[in-house]
T-cell receptor
Framework: AQSVTQLGSHVSVSEGALVLLRCNYSSSVPPYLFWYVQYPNQGLQLLLKYTTGATLVKGINGFEAEFKKSETSFHLTKPSAHMSDAAEYFCAVSDAGGYNKLIFGAGTRLAVHP | DVKVTQSSRYLVKRTGEKVFLECVQDMDHENMFWYRQDPGLGLRLIYFSYDVKMKEKGDIPEGYSVSREKKERFSLILESASTNQTSMYLC???????????FGPGTRLTVT
């Protein structure tokens, strides 16, 4: 069965520092991978996705993620954190069990301090 | 833009009450989903529907039921609310042949 592990439930960075949020997955078939962001009191918004093709994918707000099959990872990065990046981030993997469902990780809450 | 709306942002109910959470999407999506979100547990799938009047159990269906009488509307029902159903409930929809889901703003339900 597929699963998603997000290392670190809380990550804190300084404004202007590199953001790195880690995501590892298990899947028996080539996965589709997603990062969603949730700002306080809002629903989830798609940041970026990997389906096929180029393994480095760029998303909104300067975020990008790289699919590394050998490491079963899909880490999210941003070169320079902004205060507005403070939110909760969820990694998700496609469920090969049918119905095109997604399996979500537990989430990582990103804090950005001045 | 896809819009998914949920009937209430905040809801307070008493133990034993019957609770209806409504979700409406305006993009003619075939598939709709109900999740609950709890700290440290991420999103857990309660039920989903792939067509009108069709439904499938997710990972945690106990204590919940759903209704989909029209394509655009998907309702989550708590037959007899309990305190352990206090949570954030998120609705999502997606078109056929994709995985990308579009989420509503969520309903924070408190059962006292």
């Amino acid at each position: 069965a597929q699963s998603v592990t997000q290392l670190g439930s809380h990550v804190s960075v300084s404004e202007g520092a590199l953001v790195l949020l880690r995501c590892n997955y298990s899947s028996s078939v080539p996965p589709y991978l997603f990062w969603y962001v949730q700002y306080p009191n809002q629903g989830l918004q798609l940041l970026l996705k990997y389906t096929t093709g180029a393994t480095l994918v760029k998303g909104i707000n300067g975020f990008e993620a790289e699919f590394k099959k050998s490491e079963t990872s899909f880490h999210l990065t941003k070169p320079s954190a902004h205060m507005s990046d403070a939110a909760e981030y969820f990694c998700a993997v496609s469920d090969a069990g049918g119905y095109n469902k997604l399996i979500f990780g537990a989430g990582t809450r990103l804090a950005v301090h001045p | 833009d896809v819009k998914v709306t949920q009937s209430s942002r905040y809801l307070v109910k008493r133990t034993g009450e019957k609770v209806f959470l409504e979700c409406v999407q305006d993009m003619d999506h075939e598939n709709m989903f109900w999740y609950r979100q709890d700290p440290g547990l991420g999103l857990r799938l309660i039920y989903f529907s792939y067509d009108v009047k069709m439904k499938e159990k997710g990972d945690i269906p106990e204590g919940y039921s759903v209704s989909r009488e029209k394509k655009e509307r998907f309702s989550l029902i708590l037959e007899s609310a309990s305190t352990n159903q206090t949570s954030m409930y998120l609705c999502a929809s997606r078109p056929t042949a994709t995985y990308e889901q579009y989420f509503g703003p969520g309903t924070r339900l408190t059962v006292t």
